[in-house]
């Protein structure tokens, strides 16, 4: 990985080197070459360099077929496990220059070139000192455990957005179906109370029977006689 700065300085030069060559140093060759009676140009390679952009991939974990989308988390964690792996490579190539320098010691105190032995140390401290700068086991193991509390944190939420909404929602489903049916069945179970219907006030204090029904009629027929 390299800044974006390097990278557009890097691709500008390089099209300047080659726009210099290609319009100002193969014209002055053909000149040249045909004032001098020599007509053919040498052919030159050129190597064009693709630069291929990093990309990051994030695959499934476990039994889950949907993968969460890149966060900054993911970032940060893609971003520790380089400087990690880096920090390593560094350490171990600095382990190899020590050791290297332990053995010219060793071999120059065989041969009793004593000033040697003492650069051969001295070097090989001064390659310690400069791979164990500013670092510490605490720092390391607080470094290791951030990374691996980072990738279960992610797992875990990967993992809930995968499979435990949808669980989740299932359950719920079926609790409110059961709940339905047994509120349904306590409902066939128990009778259905109708309030009486209302009867209409007919506007008479008490029953009337027939012989004052036709002792109505005949004082209505006397009445229209």
């Known amino acids: 990985m390299q800044r974006e700065s390097d990278f557009m300085a890097s691709v500008d030069s390089s099209w300047i080197s080659w726009g210099v ?3 100002i140093l193969k014209p002055l060759k053909w000149t040249l070459s045909s004032v001098l009676g020599d007509s053919k140009v040498p052919e030159e390679e050129e190597v064009l360099i ?21 966060n900054d988390v993911d970032i940060g964690v ?3 496990m380089q400087s990690e792996q880096l920090l390593s490579q560094k350490v171990e190539s600095l382990s190899q220059e020590a050791e290297k320098c332990k ?44 990374i691996q509390e980072l990738c ?40 259905v109370h109708l309030h009486p219907v209302p009867q209409k006030d007919s506007g008479f204090a008490g029953a009337i029977s027939d ?7 005949e004082k209505l027929s006397v009445c229209d006689g």
């Open 78 to 80: 893609y971003q520790l």
């Open 21 to 23: 060559g290609v319009f």
């Open 103 to 146: 053995d010219d010691a060793r071999s120059a105190c065989r041969a009793g070139k004593k000033q040697l032995v003492f650069n051969a140390y001295q070097a090989g401290v001064g390659a310690l000192k400069l791979s164990m700068k500013d670092v510490t086991v605490e720092k390391a193991e607080n470094l290791v455990d951030q």
């Open 152 to 191: 279960d944190t992610q797992d875990e939420v990967a993992q809930t957005l995968a499979g435990a909404g949808v669980n989740g929602l299932e359950m719920d489903s079926e609790e409110l179906e059961k709940e339905l049916d047994s509120l349904l069945q306590d409902s066939a179970k128990e009778p």
């Open 50 to 70: 693709y630069v291929e952009l990093l990309q990051i991939v994030k695959f499934a974990r476990g039994l889950h077929a949907k993968v969460s989308p890149m």
């Open 211 to 217: 012989a004052e029904l036709e002792a109505e009629l």
